[in-house]
C-alpha cells in the first residue's frame, strides 16, 4: 500500500474554513483570544457529537459486553497519587535565556537550537514539568483542600470497578466506556485543536482474565482501526504503529497509536495499551479496599487486566475533517467540499425553498418538519440557491431538498446528492423512505 504525503496547504484551508462555516473559533476572540482554547460553533458542536455518537454507538451500543460512566471531572490528591501521576505526569521543559520562551525538550527538533530565535546552546537544563491543574475545593485554600482536574478518563473507570462490577452483572471480559473533558497543562499547545489544554477523550477499559490479556489487546488494535476506515478514513493516511520497548510505560507490556498523516506528519489519534494490573491494584494499596474478581467456578479470587483504548474525540473530529476536505473545479469555478461520511455530517438535510416568497414558504416548513424529526436538518432562505448548494457542501451536507415552484403543482422536491451533484425528483411523501435508504444509522 503506497503512503500519501503531508499537505501542510491543507493546515490553514481547514482553519480558515472552520472560522468561516462556523465550525471552530477562538475561544474569547473579542478579548484578543485566550491561547489554546477554542470553541466549537453551530457546525463544529454537530460535527464533534457526531464523532462521539459514533464511538459510543460502537464501543457501547452494539455491544454486550462494555457498560458505560461519567466520572467527575475533579478529584483528590489521593486518586493522582496511586496512579502516579503526581510523580510522574510530567515533561521536560526548557527555558531560552536569550528570548525567554518556554518549550518541551522533546518535542524540538534541534536540542540545541531555539526554534524561536534561532540561538545555539541557549536553553536551560530541563526541568520536569507536572501537567497537572490543581485548584481548591471550598471557601478556603490551602493543601487539604487541594484537588485536581483530571488529565485523562481512565481513572475514574478504574476506581469505580467495584461498583460497576456489583451493580452491571458483567464479568470479565467486560469494559467501561467513558466520554468527556480532561485538562493538561501543556507547555507547547498548538497546530490548531490538535493539542490543547482542554480537550474531551474517548476512552475504554476492557477487563479481562490475566492470561487472555494478549489476545485481546491484538483484538483491540484491529478493532479501532476498523472503526476509523469504517467511517472514511483514507488507508494511506492512517496507520498503526507499535511503541519500541523504549517507549512503553513501565506497567505496559504493550501499546500501539492509531496515527493519522496530518499536515505536519504522522501523529496520534488514539492509544491502544496492555496496562497489566496496574492500575487496578495501585488503587487497592492505596486505598486499603478489595478491588479483585472473585470467580466462582474456579472458586479463586484475581485482578483483571487492562485493555485500552484511548481516543481523543476533538483530534479525531479534525482529522475527519482534513479526510473530508476536497477541491474540484466545477464550470471554471472551485468548489470545496467536505465528503464527510454522513454518519458524521453535522447536517444531513438541508430544506432549500427556491424563493422567499410567502407561496413557497408554507410548504418548504411543511418538508422540514418531514425531516428534521429523523436527522439533524437545516432550513436555509438566504441568497441564491447555488450559493446556498456551496454552502451545504462546505460543510459536508449529503442531501440538498429544494423546494420550487413546481413542487405547488406537484407535490414533489429536487433532491441533490452532495458528492456527485446529481438530483432526483421525489414525491414529498416518499421523501423520508426516499433519505432512509441513503443515509445510514
Known amino acids: 500500500m503506497s503512503q500519501a504525503s503531508p499537505d501542510p496547504e491543507l493546515f490553514d484551508k481547514i482553519v480558515n474554513l472552520s472560522k468561516r462555516r462556523g465550525i471552530v ?180 477499559e476492557y477487563f479481562v482474565p490475566p492470561d487472555e490479556s494478549g489476545e485481546w489487546y491484538e483484538y483491540w488494535k484491529a478493532e479501532r482501526m476498523a472503526w476509523y476506515l469504517d467511517l472514511g478514513m483514507p488507508e494511506d493516511a492512517i496507520r498503526l504503529r507499535e511503541h519500541d520497548a523504549d517507549e512503553l510505560s513501565h506497567y505496559s507490556s504493550g501499546t500501539a497509536d492509531v496515527e493519522y498523516l496530518f499536515p505536519w506528519g504522522w501523529d496520534e489519534l488514539e492509544g491502544v495499551a496492555n496496562r497489566g494490573d496496574y492500575d487496578l491494584t495501585q488503587h487497592a494499596n492505596h486505598s486499603g479496599e478489595r478491588i479483585e474478581y472473585f470467580d466462582q467456578h474456579a472458586n479463586e479470587r484475581w485482578v483483571p487486566h487492562v485493555i485500552e483504548p484511548a481516543a481523543g474525540a476533538t483530534r479525531t473530529a479534525f482529522a475527519f475533517l482534513l479526510a473530508a476536505y476536497d477541491e474540484e473545479t466545477v ?35 411543511e418538508v422540514f418538519d418531514l425531516v428534521k424529526g429523523n436527522w439533524m436538518s437545516d432550513y436555509d432562505e438566504t441568497q441564491s440557491i447555488g450559493k446556498r448548494y456551496a454552502r451545504a457542501d462546505e460543510i459536508g451536507t449529503p442531501f440538498c431538498v429544494t423546494v420550487d415552484f413546481d413542487t405547488l403543482e406537484d407535490r414533489a422536491v429536487t433532491v441533490r446528492h452532495r458528492d456527485t451533484r446529481e438530483q432526483d425528483r421525489v414525491a414529498i411523501d416518499q421523501l423520508v423512505a426516499y433519505l432512509s435508504e441513503r443515509l445510514p444509522n
Open 331 to 365: 464550470n471554471d469555478e472551485t468548489r470545496t467540499v467536505l465528503r464527510l461520511d454522513p454518519r458524521l455530517a453535522p447536517y444531513k438535510v438541508a430544506v432549500l425553498p427556491l424563493s422567499k416568497k410567502d407561496t413557497l414558504t408554507p410548504t418548504a416548513h
Open 25 to 204: 473559533f477562538q475561544s474569547a476572540e473579542i478579548y484578543g483570544g485566550f491561547r489554546s482554547t477554542y470553541d466549537y460553533g453551530p457546525v463544529g458542536v454537530l460535527l464533534l457529537r457526531n464523532v462521539k455518537e459514533q464511538w459510543w454507538r460502537s464501543m457501547v451500543q452494539m455491544r454486550h459486553d462494555v457498560v458505560g460512566l461519567d466520572a467527575a471531572i475533579l478529584s483528590p490528591p489521593q486518586v493522582w497519587e496511586a496512579s502516579g501521576h503526581l510523580s510522574n505526569f510530567s515533561d521536560p521543559l526548557v527555558d531560552c535565556t536569550n528570548c525567554n520562551n518556554r518549550f518541551r525538550l522533546d518535542k524540538l527538533d534541534d536540542p540545541d537550537v531555539c526554534p524561536n530565535c534561532e540561538a545555539k546552546k541557549s536553553f536551560t537544563e530541563p526541568r520536569a514539568f507536572n501537567l497537572m491543574f490543581k485548584t481548591h475545593a471550598g471557601p478556603v485554600e490551602g493543601a487539604g483542600h487541594e484537588v485536581y482536574l483530571r488529565p485523562e478518563t481512565a481513572q475514574g473507570m478504574f476506581v469505580d470497578f467495584m461498583n460497576v462490577l456489583n451493580t452491571s452483572r458483567k464479568k470479565p471480559p467486560f469494559g467501561i466506556a467513558q466520554i468527556g473533558k480532561s485538562f493538561r497543562n501543556e507547555i507547547t499547545p498548538g497546530n490548531f485543536v490538535f493539542r490543547t489544554r482542554e480537550f474531551e477523550q474517548m476512552e475504554m
